[in-house]
């Protein structure tokens, strides 16, 4: 995997002196995109951030079914912390926090000793609050700073006024990773990692090109009567077809969201029933802030719970699919707006499966 490559430091020792609009340069012609979710160009992103006070390697990872971060972590945290170096110099950071997943802080010490052996940046390691929407990057902030983990109103965004205050650049861990490789003239951004999950014989992590046929991504881990495959929590369902092609654009035609969480669903499952669950996790991960996505959440889980005793009336099965519309387009931010795309799917692809619980 190119992830694991063992740089030891090459490319920051060949570009240290190289000045800002080089690196950025490099990193535009690089096609690199975020992998924290929203798939945005890192190096238009450091362009229109520069310069920052602060850089936060977003290390949160709490989207259900991805684990490629911790991954990278446990097999080659150098290179997060080369990749680190080259973006606090090319945005001219003075700081860096690494916001840790809690469930991640077995990795701070390895961290804290390359930097101390490596950077002569200021890098500090903050760990995580525990929640998943701590990962949003405004969120991420509030949690920095000691304050209560729930999103800002944007704009302003993190780059004209971030932690403290501050301009700001928040990067995901992988992207940061990825960093130094672009110098590598065989460097490819459609190379991504896939977390693996489910009905599988294996769950594991795959380093393979985004584009690829879901049936070929599968082919190394043997899925058990794949029928779906959830995209995380948040980026909805697609029923199984081998032929599915993994990319922004074609899963967004179809009316999902691509996140390299690949969760695979079998047969003998109940597609309602997840959804039940995915519910209860945007129940008790989201911020609480705005009505829609608290409230609204609140009142769809209600109703699911409603089928443990008796079946939804044609009046109540309204309701969860107007939910549905309504809370994405309410809420302030991502979690809400993604929040009901699994059962917005479910309801359009499985119609039969929630049918069968009506009156
Ligand atoms: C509810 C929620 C949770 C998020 N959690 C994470 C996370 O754990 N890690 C991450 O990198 N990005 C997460 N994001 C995306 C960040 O807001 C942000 O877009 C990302 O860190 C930017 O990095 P990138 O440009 O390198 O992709 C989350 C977004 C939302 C709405
Ligand atoms: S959409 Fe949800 S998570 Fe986001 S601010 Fe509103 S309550 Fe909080």
């Excluded at 047969?267 to 209860?280: A, F, K, L, T, Y």
Aim: aromatic content about 10%; proline content about 5%.
């Amino acid at each position: 995997m190119k992830i694991l490559a063992k740089n030891n430091f090459k490319t920051w020792k060949k570009i240290r002196y190289f000045n800002s609009k080089k690196i950025i340069d490099q990193v535009i012609k690089s096609k690199l995109t975020g992998r924290g979710g929203a798939n945005f160009p890192t190096g238009q992103k450091w362009k229109l951030s520069y310069p920052v006070e602060y850089l936060i390697c977003n290390a949160d990872e709490s989207e259900p079914g991805k684990f490629k971060d911790k991954f990278i972590l446990e097999n080659n945290p150098e290179i997060v912390i080369e990749g680190i170096m080259i973006a606090m110099k090319a945005l001219k950071a003075q700081k860096c926090y690494i916001y840790l997943r809690k469930e991640y802080q077995k990795f701070e010490n390895k961290l804290k000793k390359i930097i101390f052996q490596n950077s002569p940046y200021d890098i500090q390691i903050v760990i995580g609050a525990g929640a998943y929407i701590c990962g949003e990057e405004t969120s991420i902030l509030n949690s920095i700073e000691g304050k209560r983990g729930e999103s800002r109103k944007k704009p302003p965004y993190p780059a004209e006024k971030g932690l403290y205050d501050q301009k700001t650049c928040v990067n995901n861990l992988e992207t940061l990773a990825r960093i130094p490789l672009i110098w590598d003239k065989n460097f490819d951004n459609d190379l991504m990692l896939f977390s693996i999950s489910g009905d599988v014989i294996e769950s594991l992590i795959l380093e393979k090109k985004q584009g690829l046929k879901i049936g070929d991504l599968l082919e190394e881990t043997t899925p058990i009567n794949p029928k779906a495959i959830f995209f995380g929590a948040s980026g909805g369902c697609l029923p199984y077809n081998k032929n599915l092609i993994l990319s922004y654009s074609e899963i967004e035609k179809k009316g999902a969201f691509f996140e390299a969480g690949i969760i695979v669903v079998g047969q003998e499952r109940s597609i309602p029933d997840i959804c039940r669950s995915i519910i209860q996790f945007f129940n008790e991960e989201n911020c609480g802030k705005c009505v829609p996505c608290r409230e609204g959440n609140f009142r769809l889980l209600q109703l699911f719970q409603v089928i443990k005793k008796r079946k939804w009336t044609p009046e109540e099965f309204q309701m969860i699919q107007d939910l549905t519309e309504f809370i994405p387009n309410a809420s302030q931010c991502g979690l809400g707006k993604f929040s009901t795309k699994h059962l917005q799917n479910a309801i359009k692809y499985f119609p039969e499966e929630f049918k069968k619980l009506c009156k």
